[in-house]
């Protein structure tokens, strides 16, 4: 979590293969926390949210457990006192909420806030917790500040805390938390300006000793992971050294982040490596052993961060190998961005028993919280793979059954720049569409949503969003509009307006056509490409009643699209229960 009030709430939960549990920030599942207020922003029904306030990071235990998340009680407005939320799946796709797990002990080391962490199986098979307990500099109940040597003199104090489940609980619902930290405070005079986010890489066991990873950064250098052992897992935590070895090279013009916060390290495998694999050595969702043969992609949260057009900091993954048990960032693939949007941070990331790595992250908001039901979701769940050199992200197949009726499916649409299509059939906040751009001779082409809300001095410019590949420029993005002619739908693509979005890959037997992913779950939406990236962001569009036309037209500019194998559906409702369903609130009275 950052280190300072955060002006977005969200939240991330991974995916699981039998009953999940949700942790760090990491929808459908996006979840939502929400709480009733006189102005609401409707909540999506097959986003994961909770029942009341806001959301931040998530993670999991393992493979076929729980999921749980940072969750601000009664408010979506970033306060210190977070606590760990709770919520199951049996198939990542169905949700209901579970009570919270952990919240701050008064006069504790943890009294500020139970900030993110991470859960894993103890070698004798106890579910533990691993967390970032907070206790505000000026509480005077939470003891005497740390010496001089380990104080980094933020406006709290960071230490390593633990809890495990109570024996025989298998909702993982009952925990006990450890009085004392299992890291006090962090090395002896290093400048640090962060000291958080626990992730395990290795489990320990008869040979080996567990290794923990810890979010940081150094003072006039910039972020950096700390590594920290030991041969018991809540207990005689020593530092081992930075995880880092080498500089990284540069990302663009900009800094690498002064902090690196929810560090998360996944081993890649190439699809066909999990055709007919029902499980991969470790691959229980927990930590695996080291290995210095396998490829590993090392993602991290760099904070703060400050890049054009952009309203949050951006999530970056190197991919490369561990020598002598540190990561060789001098020779790694990277630094990339993992997300081309504006909303996604603080991924979290696991194995399944099928041996894929998946991945949750937070979705930030675009406006601000408080006036509003709910501050944050979590994003849906990604399969992680290495093909054709470099990272492949897609959407977990298992989304799929939430599609339902109403549907359209069409062979081929003919669309001109003169002249968008709109969709048939589909009504509702919430669903999904898969189609296949063919340039033709195109400069542009993609999926224009749009906006019931109106801006602009009287209120009468038509708001909207495009979801655009750009050929030319082999990218994608997602472009906001300020004039849009409604009666044809279409705009001025050269005008100035915002813009978001990063490069693609497109190659020669791609050049002319792409096959794009859309998950639109009120105002969260997420786009996935056949060419491995991916893209959230949000768009406001106001209320949108099931029996609405859901405003979306197929778009070309400068030259005319063909639009092959259209599918588009409705969405279902994650929620298992009845009180676990979203408020019918609404979306904000104009965009901010």
């Known amino acids: 979590m950052p280190h300072c009030p955060h002006p977005r709430l969200s939240e991330s939960v991974p995916l699981q293969h039998q009953v999940w549990h949700t942790t760090r920030e990491v929808g459908i599942p996006h979840i939502r926390r929400r709480i ?53 799946s049996p198939d990542l796709v169905h949700w209901k909420h579970e009570p919270i797990a952990i919240n701050p002990t008064e006069g504790g080391y943890d009294a500020s806030g139970c900030w993110s962490g991470t859960t894993v199986l103890d070698t004798d098979g106890t579910p533990t917790m691993i967390y970032t307990g907070v206790r505000r500099r000026d509480n005077k109940d939470c003891g005497p500040l740390p010496h ?163 309203l949050t900091n951006p999530c970056l993954y190197w991919l490369g190998y561990i020598q002598q048990e540190l990561f060789q960032i001098a020779e790694s693939d990277g630094p990339h961005l993992l997300d081309l949007g504006d909303v996604l941070y603080a991924p979290n990331c696991f194995q399944d028993a099928q041996g894929r790595s998946i991945m949750l992250a937070w979705l930030q908001e675009l406006r601000q919280g408080g006036a509003f039901d709910y501050a944050g979701c979590i994003s849906l769940p990604r399969v992680l793979s290495y093909k054709n050199g470099r990272l492949h992200q897609q959407a977990a197949p298992e989304l799929r059954a939430l599609q339902q009726e109403p549907s359209w499916r069409a062979s081929e649409v003919q669309v001109s720049s003169r002249q968008s299509v709109a969709v048939q059939h589909v009504r509702g906040p919430s669903w999904f569409a898969e189609f296949t751009l063919q340039r033709g001779d195109a400069a542009a082409s993609g999926l224009l949503l749009r906006s019931w809300l109106y801006q602009g001095p009287e209120k009468s410019q038509a708001c909207a969003a495009a979801l655009l590949v750009d050929w030319g420029a082999s990218q994608l993005q997602v472009v906001f509009p300020t004039e849009l002619d409604e009666q044809n739908m279409t705009f001025d693509a050269s005008s100035d307006m915002k813009r978001i979005g990063g490069p693609i890959v497109l190659g020669a037997a791609q ?50 699209t063909t639009v092959s194998n259209v599918h588009m559906s409705a969405m279902g409702s994650i929620w298992t229960q009845v009180n676990d369903q979203p408020a019918k609130a609404f979306e904000p009275a104009e965009r901010q």
């Open 511 to 560: 050049q002319q056509q792409v096959t794009v992913q859309v998950y639109v779950d009120h105002s969260a939406v997420e786009v996935f490409l056949s060419s491995g990236e991916a893209l959230a962001t949000r768009v406001y569009r106001g209320a949108v009643t099931p029996d609405e036309d859901p405003g979306m037209f197929f778009i070309s500019h400068q030259g005319s």
């Open 148 to 310: 001089a040597a380990v104080d980094l003199g933020l406006d709290m104090i960071e230490c390593q805390m633990v809890a495990t489940c109570q024996e025989g609980d298998m909702d993982l619902i009952r925990w006990h938390k450890q009085e004392q930290p299992i890291i006090p405070h962090p090395p002896d005079n290093m400048k640090l300006t962060g000291f958080r986010d626990p992730y395990i890489i290795q489990a320990g066991g008869p040979h080996q000793k567990w290794k923990m990873l810890l979010g940081s950064g150094i003072e006039g250098q910039g972020g950096t992971l700390l590594m920290y052992e030991a041969t018991h897992l809540t207990s005689g935590w020593q530092y081992k050294g930075s995880f880092i070895n080498g500089q990284s090279k540069p990302f663009g013009k900009h800094d690498l982040g002064a902090m690196w916060e929810c560090p998360f390290l996944t081993p890649l495998q190439e699809p066909s490596a999990l055709l007919g694999s029902s499980a991969a050595p470790g691959s229980n969702g927990g930590p695996q052993t080291l290995r210095e043969d396998q490829q590993y992609m090392m993602c991290v949260s760099p904070y703060p961060h400050h890049l054009k057009d952009r």
């Open 36 to 88: 009733p207020t006189a102005k609401g922003s409707r909540l999506s029904r097959a986003s994961m949210a909770s029942n009341r306030g806001g959301l931040g990071d998530s993670w999991t235990l393992d493979a076929d457990k729980p999921w749980y998340y940072q969750h601000i009680e009664g408010s979506s407005q970033w306060d210190w006192r977070m606590t760990w939320g709770h919520a199951s």
